[in-house]
Every structure is written in structure tokens, then in C-alpha cells.
């Protein structure tokens, strides 16, 4: 069999939560990742570039910034503050019309569709469209599974069927994160692949939304070839 | 000498009725027995992690489901020595499960996030077939911590 990097692309650390970082990345190491991202919400960072992480976890974390913007503006100008300066650039979704202008912007690294919340996740399939065109990873947040209970969690996994059925059809790439704010929040990857099949992911999938396409996002394989036709 | 053959025999006819009472090999169920590793804030009783599992199996899979997985807690044990020195434990456990429920099983434990109000999270270490070979598996991740501990102590 052969043996996976597995990547957790949504991990939050330190200024928004209690966890030193550090704690995160012994836990996660431990658990079997090759590498985590610990986005850092930018109302906290503030235009600056996240979270300092010491040298020598350079090629284990990787900074990111997830931004939650509340009018389309604010996030058009937010993603060109970022850009360049930090590795990963999340954007958790809310209305369709902010949807809608993240999904157009290639940009933007992953989009995180708001399942926790309770209003409606606006993401259809024209969206998902433009995702699987601006390269934009679509995530599939397992921490909304883990800390919701019946109702709520019958809701989430039906719309992450739903999401499911639409990346599939237009060949968007699926991320699955564990969204962590602490260390027991943190699972380890054949949890992550277990819990995906709770909303219809088969194990190859999963696997890949885990360990392949996390690590292009990183390294921006498949946005290089966009910069280059735009200059 | 009277006493031992009376001995021998007594257990003889004790070995037969064992064996006659035994369901045998081809009615017999499939187990799977899952080695986890928890880590919690606080310690955590054997009866709360039970409490929990069942808990998340029943609200997951409903009766049905759960009846199906044959979900059973063989051994948990606490680690009073938890490494890193800050108010984390650590614990070790087998869980018996039939061996076409593995992974409902293994989502049923990635869902637990809290026991009475103790934040938690279990990782699955490895599955075997045998409650001996599960408690290898346990046995390695308590010997790989003495380790970590000793190195810090030095």
C-alpha cells in the first residue's frame, strides 16, 4: 500500500484560541500528518501575516489567513491584502452574493462553506462551477459533525451530501479539514476518512481530499499555470 | 495420588462440558477488536468513556445500528504518567466490535468530543483480530511514552 501525506488545512491556533501552537504540532505529528496549516482569523492578525511559527517547524505548518468578511467589498480588499504574503487564503462563506464573488476569485485558496451556522449554505451548483474553474477548494468542515448531535447534524451531513454531489459532477477538488481549536479537536487521518463516509465519501476519495490535493494547494500546483497565462 | 486423579479428573469433565457448552467455529461471530488512544483534560472513568461511546453509536447508527456493531469496551486503563507535564491524560483501551462495523465504529469514536464535560478525542491505533494482539498494539503506545517521559527526565 502506498504510504499518503495527509494534511489538516484548517487548523486554528494560538491568538484566537487558548492552544500554543506548538501543542498542535506535536499532537498532530503524533496522529500521522506530514503537515497542518494554522489559519489565523484576520480580524485578529490585522493585516499583518499570521502566526510566527519557529524555523524549525517550517516544512510541518503553514500559515494561512481565513478571512470573514461581511460585504463583498471588504473581502475583495481583504484577499488583496493577503495575497502573496501568506501561503493559504481561506474564506468562510455566508451570504450567495459573498459566495458568489470568493468562488470568482482565483485568489483565493479554499472556500469554507459555513455548515455550523444555522442559516442557509448558499452554495449551488453554478457556484461550484466557477469553484472548479478558479481552482478553489471546496472544504468539508468534520468539526461541524463532531460537535453537533441530532437535528443539526442531520442537516449538516444532508448538505454536505448535497456539496458532495455537486464537486463530483463538476470536478471540484473536496478538502476535508478538522477545523481544530484544540488539541482534542484534532483526529487522525483514518478518522477523517471514517467520518467522511458518514456523508457518502468513498475511502479513495477522502484519502485524496486529504493527502493530494491539500498538498497542490500548498505548493500552488495548480494555480502557478493561471499566474503565468494572466502575465 | 487419589487426590490428583480425582483432580485430573474432575477437570477433565469440566474441560468437556466447557466445550460442549462453546458455540462451535462456523456459528461463531466475527470480531474485530480496536486498540484507541484517548486523551482527554481530566481523567476519565472506564463507566463515563462507555457512557459516551454508546451515546454517539446510538445517536449515529440508531438501535439497529447499534445492534449490528456489537459494540463492546473489553479494557480502559488511565496513564497517571501523561508526557508534556501540562493537565492532559492520557488512556488506552480495547473495544470489540463485529468485523464488518469497523469504520461505523471508528466514526462512532471520531464523533465523541466530550465526556461530562470533558473535552476528549480518541484516535484508533490499530485493529486486530485477537484480544492479544490488541493489547500489543496498546502495549507499544504505553512503552513508546515511558520513553518520551525518560528522555525528559533526563
Request: contains cysteine; aromatic residues 8%.
Amino acid at each position: 500500500m502506498p504510504t499518503f501525506k495527509f494534511f489538516d488545512l484548517n487548523v486554528h491556533a494560538y491568538p484566537e484560541t487558548e492552544v500554543p501552537v506548538e501543542e498542535l504540532i506535536r499532537v498532530a505529528r503524533r496522529y500521522g500528518y506530514a503537515g497542518i496549516a494554522i489559519t489565523s482569523y484576520d480580524e485578529v492578525v490585522k493585516g499583518k501575516e499570521g502566526v510566527q511559527l519557529p524555523p524549525s517547524v517550517a516544512n510541518f505548518a503553514f500559515r494561512g489567513i481565513e478571512i470573514r468578511a461581511k460585504s463583498v467589498s471588504e473581502l475583495k480588499r481583504r484577499i488583496r491584502l493577503y495575497y502573496g504574503k501568506v501561503p493559504l487564503i481561506v474564506v468562510r462563506g455566508g451570504s450567495k452574493e459573498l459566495n458568489e464573488a470568493a468562488l470568482k476569485n482565483p485568489m483565493v485558496d479554499v472556500f469554507a462553506p459555513p455548515y455550523g451556522e444555522h442559516e442557509k449554505v448558499g452554495l449551488t451548483h453554478v457556484l461550484v462551477r466557477y469553484a472548479a474553474e478558479n481552482d478553489v477548494a471546496i472544504e468539508f468542515n468534520l468539526n461541524a459533525i463532531i460537535h453537533s448531535r441530532r437535528s443539526d447534524r442531520a442537516r449538516i451531513l444532508g448538505k454536505m451530501r448535497e456539496i458532495l454531489k455537486f464537486v463530483r459532477k463538476y470536478k471540484a477538488m473536496p478538502v476535508i479539514t478538522s477545523n481544530a481549536r484544540s488539541i482534542y479537536d484534532l483526529r487522525a487521518p483514518r478518522e477523517m476518512v471514517a467520518l467522511a463516509s458518514l456523508f457518502g465519501m468513498q475511502k479513495e476519495e477522502a484519502v485524496h481530499a486529504l493527502s493530494d490535493i491539500p498538498e497542490g494547494i500548498l505548493e500552488k500546483k495548480w494555480k502557478k499555470r493561471r499566474e503565468v497565462e494572466i502575465i | 495420588m487419589k487426590m490428583k486423579r480425582a483432580k485430573c479428573k474432575t477437570q477433565n469433565k469440566f474441560c468437556v462440558l466447557r466445550f460442549a457448552l462453546l458455540l462451535p467455529p462456523t456459528l461463531r461471530e466475527r470480531r474485530r477488536y480496536l486498540a484507541f488512544e484517548l486523551i482527554s483534560e481530566r481523567e476519565i472513568d472506564k463507566r463515563e468513556l462507555l457512557k459516551e461511546i454508546r451515546d454517539s453509536i446510538y445517536s449515529l447508527y440508531g438501535d439497529t445500528g447499534a445492534s449490528e456493531s456489537k459494540m463492546w469496551l473489553i479494557e480502559y486503563s488511565k496513564n497517571e504518567d501523561a508526557d508534556g507535564g501540562t493537565d492532559r491524560c492520557r488512556g488506552v483501551g480495547i473495544l470489540r466490535c463485529a468485523h464488518n462495523k469497523v469504520e461505523e465504529v471508528r466514526a462512532a469514536l471520531a464523533c465523541i468530543h466530550s465526556a461530562s464535560g470533558v473535552r476528549l478525542g480518541i484516535r484508533v491505533i490499530g485493529i486486530s483480530g485477537t484480544i492479544k494482539g490488541a493489547s500489543r498494539l496498546t502495549a507499544t503506545v504505553k512503552n513508546e511514552k515511558w520513553k518520551v517521559q525518560k528522555s525528559k527526565m533526563l
